[in-house]
């Protein structure tokens, strides 16, 4: 007797719309969606994860690509981060096609899907700053029909995903304007983002929006560097900045993503230590990188 | 019984064991060189490049049974209880063992037995085996362990290896694993200039390319066979039959595919709970471990404390080194006194130093085991030292190239620990090859091709904050086992219908012993077809796939025996023609006499003939360092220059290793494409060492043991690697004058980094891998 079948006896099932897969995850609460896998196969072999059923999303072709609606872009969730990469997808949203060229190894990108990058919400998840910076909304597909949530509402936890809904549509802003993605990371190779920024221009709103990701578990949003920057930039004219604006505002960024220390009375900060004051010697490079990041972002857009 | 789930499955009948890298003539690939010193290509290249040479991980057996090992959670605990039943009693669990189920010695190790098979009374690393359990199924096996219960009493960790010496003793041996100081010239010595400096050095894993995997199967007379990759077959029998309670004819380790080749495959941790499981059982066994496994069960680089003072006259000639060196031996001895040694003996590095002083030692800790990693104890003190010398040359204002060139030794000289240096020492003439190289040119505005920034073709890299550096390091490592070790291997070379086989146990780890074997008996022979047989413990000890030994002692065996049967083949023809054999020469196949009289193929006169013979080859004994450190304790050296051009993002603290020109003291070439191979790949793990290899701990428990976790260099990490000099000096006691290749560029390679890294920064850089906080400049 083998207790192999026993195990391995999940169901798997390939639904070919939206509908179906949102029928066979209400029919099987416990199943778990699987986009590329990436993520998920990682968790299932490692023992973390055992998945009493999987619900295969690779043969929707709805979410597999993209369409317009009224000045936005209405993105599947199922767009593998090499699709996005490519140009036709960089003409239309620049900084998300910078990013999804920047995740992971080839291997993973021609795997990976955008809809996955979301719902895992790791800290390091490249496309998620620049959701939060487009100010996107995700479109949920759940048995009580489809909602619309802001992006940073999912991933802070304020409204998240429901048993049985399923990530179907991004809604991106089609902002016809420069937009940039940086990432730094710890080698040349693909590696995770030890610090990321997502900077795109929104001449519409004449607003410069701004997200940092990596530093927290969550994409951040330097809100008054924003507005600051914003109110500098000549909108109607050759919109550019002076170089120490750029760096006046990669500090700024910088700040507010990565603060000092709270002042404690055991352990006073030292305001003349060395750079960064008493931060510790990663930290202060962190928010030296992600001053730099912000500065080059800036820059990048500007020229 | 076993069969390959390889490309081979098919061609293999029942019963056949065919897992093995038979490693025979080429197949096919239009390979017409033979003969030492030309490109034969590995006879398993077309196998391993399509994926389809079998690896352990591809053994099965007919019925098998899955293992899964328990492994602590805690690096210092004592185990008050542990309680098998809940799991001895799920389903499809065929047995559950701990230390109560060892029938023989309950301690092992490769140097001192001083490792349990399971741990029992206390836990001394994250990681260690506690218990191991046979199931059905992978996932029941590893759900079996998980159900066994272990009640800890953690216990304080000492994971900072200067507090080891003070720390209650971890283990019955104490925490102090070796001692030598070394002690040459005169104390009170000084130079004009001084310099200090203290180097840190982190902990490399061997990350192999295959994770550790095996299969047991018992056999009818109460034995059992190890299908694994091991590297010294005949001490894994003898460990492991120590610990079954069996004579060491009753264990067979039969060699498989081995995918990475440092302490990856020294880690008894893993076959021994195999073994046991299978006797227990009744059953084959396999084990596969997961890449978590291997990162916590296997032995790392040691990680280092160097400190060093460096005392020079004015013209920058070195008068003095002081330096103490601690190495991490991590919980249990393992290799730490061989590297230890060369640590210490090493010190100095390639240069005349009138006077040294060292102190080194080896402390046990909490850490994860030190172990076995390409140059060993060598590397460590060759980023230190080098670190130094670039430290003098800025004191002196002096070119650092210029500082090291006036330094070199060079034959006859004396290494610290008083031996004569007697092999080829060409080190000043590799210095000066890679000071001449040509340089790569810097990257030109408009410039077609992209410019690879680091931080990556996607990186947020910026021309404008990258500034490019060039660094220098010399270095040299130890070939062959030192200190009185036996270093001997034996092989037999046979020869029937005009094929050689060749059986040695010498084992083929990817570099490059099966191909040496063949071009040897080519040579010597003028045979054509020559198979490589695979290795297992019914043939003669061969000793370990390690320090460059095989191309030395095995490749010296091969070529003995091959020329004993040269001799039986001659012999009678010479007999016949009434000439000695010295005046018959072997080449294209055909026998000619010195006059040219006698003409006659190599074939014909083998017809009908077999022919054998076995020879040893035992290098030149050595000596243990004594109480001074001194005594000639290396049977060899190997040396080599590399220059370093990075580029830094000075900003970010990214760094990119643009080019390694290096220069290398070989001997001879015996095959010139393995010898760039191994260059190439010692180069690029010395970058890793450089830039990104680190597994980092927190108060001993390892933090994220993956390849995530864990940055290997990829393809656009891996520098261009230039070879600009071979030198080909033969050492005359070596057999071919061939000196061993692979670990020389290992040891020298992060020294180099750092180099052109504080070159390009300003920035002292004394810690390795370097952090990109240490590699952003000071005025930003
Ligand atoms: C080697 C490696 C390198 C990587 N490097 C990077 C990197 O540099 N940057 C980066 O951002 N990421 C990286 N990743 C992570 C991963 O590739 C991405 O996050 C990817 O976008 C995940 O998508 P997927 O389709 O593979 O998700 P899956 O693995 O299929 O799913 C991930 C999670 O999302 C859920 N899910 C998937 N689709 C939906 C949906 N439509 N609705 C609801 N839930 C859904 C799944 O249930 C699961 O919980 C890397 C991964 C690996 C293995």
New interface residues.
């Given amino acids: 007797?083998?207790?192999?079948a026993r195990?391995?006896g999940s169901t798997v099932t390939l639904p070919a719309s939206l509908d179906e897969a949102v029928a066979a995850l209400a029919a099987m609460p416990t199943a778990v969606p699987v986009a590329g896998g990436t993520d998920l196969m990682a968790a299932v072999n490692?023992?973390l994860l055992r998945p009493a059923g999987l619900v295969g999303l690779g043969r929707i072709s709805e979410i597999r690509g993209w369409q317009y609606a009224d000045g936005h872009a209405l993105l599947g969730a199922g767009l593998t981060h090499a699709r996005m990469g490519r140009p036709d997808f960089a003409a239309l949203i620049p900084a998300l096609a910078?990013a999804a060229?920047?995740a992971g190894?080839p291997q993973i990108r021609n795997a990976g899907t955008l809809g996955g990058n979301i719902a895992s919400a790791a800290p390091t998840g490249d496309a998620l700053p620049v959701l939060a910076a487009l100010e996107a909304n995700v479109i949920l597909a759940g048995p009580d029909g489809s909602r619309e949530v802001p992006v940073s509402h999912l991933l802070t936890g304020m409204d998240p995903l429901r048993p049985g809904e399923l990530l179907a549509f991004v809604r991106a802003p089609l902002l016809h304007a420069p937009q940039v993605f940086?990432?730094?990371?710890?080698?040349?190779?693909?590696?995770?983002a030890?610090a990321s920024?997502a900077l795109v221009l929104d001449p519409a709103r004449r607003g410069v929006r701004c997200a940092v990701g990596a530093v927290a578990p969550m994409p951040l949003r330097p809100l008054e560097a924003e507005r600051w920057v914003a109110g500098l930039i000549d909108w109607d004219g050759a919109r550019t900045l002076d170089p120490q604006v750029c760096t006046a505002f990669g500090e700024y960024v910088a700040m507010a993503c990565i603060p000092d220390p709270v002042d404690d009375p055991v352990n006073p900060v030292d305001p003349t230590g060395p750079a960064g004051g008493a931060l510790p010697?990663?930290v202060?490079?962190l928010r030296?990188?992600v001053a730099?990041?912000a500065r080059?972002a800036l820059g990048r857009a500007l020229s | 019984m076993t069969a390959a789930r390889g490309g081979r499955e098919a061609a293999a009948g029942p019963d056949a064991v065919t897992a093995l890298p038979t490693v025979a003539a080429p197949l096919g690939t239009g390979e017409t060189e033979r003969g030492l010193g030309v490109c034969v290509l590995p006879a398993d290249a077309a196998a391993k490049t399509q994926g389809i040479f079998p690896y352990a991980a591809d053994l099965w057996a007919e019925g098998l049974l899955w293992a899964a090992v328990l492994r602590s959670p805690h690096p210092h605990a004592r185990i008050v209880s542990i309680d098998t039943t809940h799991a001895a009693d799920m389903p499809g669990v065929r047995a559950v063992i701990t230390h109560a189920d060892v029938p023989g010695d309950a301690m092992h190790g490769r140097r001192v037995a001083d490792r349990p098979v399971f741990a029992h009374d206390v836990v001394r690393h994250h990681g260690e085996p506690i218990a191991a359990v046979a199931a059905d199924h992978p996932d029941t096996a590893r759900l079996a362990a998980a159900a066994i219960i272990v009640e800890y009493e953690v216990l304080e960790p000492v994971t900072d290896p200067e507090k080891a010496f003070a720390a209650p003793p971890l283990h019955p041996d104490g925490n102090l694993i070796r001692h030598i100081p070394l002690r040459f010239g005169d104390p009170a010595a000084t130079g004009e200039v001084v310099v200090e400096g203290v180097y840190r050095i982190g902990r490399q894993d061997p990350a192999p390319v295959g994770a550790e995997a095996g299969l047991a199967v018992p056999r009818p007379d109460g034995g059992v066979e190890l299908y694994v990759a091991s590297t010294d077959p005949h001490t894994d029998r003898d460990l492991a039959a120590a610990c079954f309670g069996l004579e060491t004819d009753r264990v067979k380790v039969v060699v498989t595919g081995v995918p990475g080749a440092m302490a990856d495959r020294e880690d008894p941790g893993f076959q021994l709970p195999l073994g046991l499981l299978a006797l227990k059982t009744g059953h084959p066994v396999k084990l596969v471990a997961t890449r978590e496994e291997s990162f916590l069960g296997h032995a790392h680089r040691h990680p280092a404390l160097l400190r060093y003072r460096h005392h020079a006259d004015a013209e920058g000639r070195l008068v003095k080194v002081e330096a103490q060196l601690l190495l991490d031996a991590g919980a249990y001895a393992d290799a730490s006194s061989d590297a230890l040694a060369a640590a210490v003996a090493f010190a100095a590095g390639p240069y005349v130093v009138p006077h040294v002083f060292v102190e080194g030692w080896a402390v046990r800790t909490n850490n994860p085991p030190s172990g076995h990693v390409r140059g060993e104890g060598a590397m460590q003190v060759c980023a230190a030292y080098e670190g130094q010398m670039d430290k003098l040359a800025a004191k002196l204002g002096l070119d650092p190239a210029e500082l090291r060139m006036r330094n070199v030794m060079a034959t006859g000289d004396l290494l610290p620990t008083g031996q004569t240096v007697t092999c080829p020492a060409p080190v000043g003439e590799l210095l000066k090859a890679v000071r001449d190289a040509e340089l790569p040119p810097l990257p030109s505005a408009d410039d077609e091709t992209e410019w690879l920034l680091p931080g990556g073709l996607e990186g947020a890299g910026e021309p404008g904050a990258v500034r490019r550096g060039v660094g220098y390091a010399l270095g040299m490592v130890h070939m062959l086992g030192a200190e009185g070790h036996d270093e001997v291997s034996t092989a037999t070379v046979r020869v029937q219908n005009g094929t050689a086989t060749v059986i040695c146990s010498a084992v083929e780890t990817g570099q490059g012993f099966a191909t040496l074997a063949r071009q040897i008996v080519q040579e010597v022979l003028g045979v054509d077809e020559v198979a490589v047989l695979p290795a297992d413990t019914d043939q003669p000890p061969a000793g370990p796939s390690a320090r460059g030994r095989h191309t030395w002692v095995s490749g010296g065996a091969v070529e003995r025996a091959a020329k004993m049967v040269r001799t039986q083949l001659l012999q009678p023809l010479a007999a016949k023609f009434g000439m000695s054999v010295e005046l018959l020469t072997i080449a294209d196949g055909k026998i000619t006499s010195y006059d040219g009289v006698l003409s006659t193929t190599v074939a014909e006169t083998l017809h009908g003939k077999e022919l054998w013979a076995t020879a040893q080859c035992r290098p030149h004994p050595t000596e243990k360092l004594d109480e001074n450190g001194q005594g000639d304790a290396f049977v060899g050296l190997a040396f080599a220059a590399i220059r370093a051009v990075v580029d830094v993002d000075i900003e970010l603290g990214t760094i990119r290793v643009v080019d390694m020109a290096v220069a290398q003291d070989v001997g001879r070439v015996l095959n010139p494409r393995q010898v760039a191979a191994r260059i190439e790949a010692g180069v690029t793990q010395g970058v890793g060492m450089a830039l990104t290899e680190d597994l980092r701990t927190a108060r001993g428990v390892v933090k994220r043991p993956s390849l995530t976790g864990y940055a290997l260099p990829t393809a656009l990490d891996a520098p261009r690697v230039r070879i600009v000099k071979l030198v080909e000096e033969r050492d005359v006691v070596a057999p071919f004058g061939a000196k061993a290749v692979s670990a020389a560029p290992v040891v020298v390679s992060p020294a180099a980094v750092a180099a052109a890294v504080r070159a390009a920064t300003g920035r002292p850089v004394g810690r390795l891998p370097i952090r990109p906080q240490t590699a952003v400049a000071r005025q930003v």
């Fill in positions: 007797m083998s207790t192999y195990q391995t490692s023992g910078a060229r920047a190894p940086l990432k730094a990371t710890a080698r040349t190779g693909p590696g995770r030890t920024v010697p990663a202060a490079h030296r990188t730099a990041l080059r």
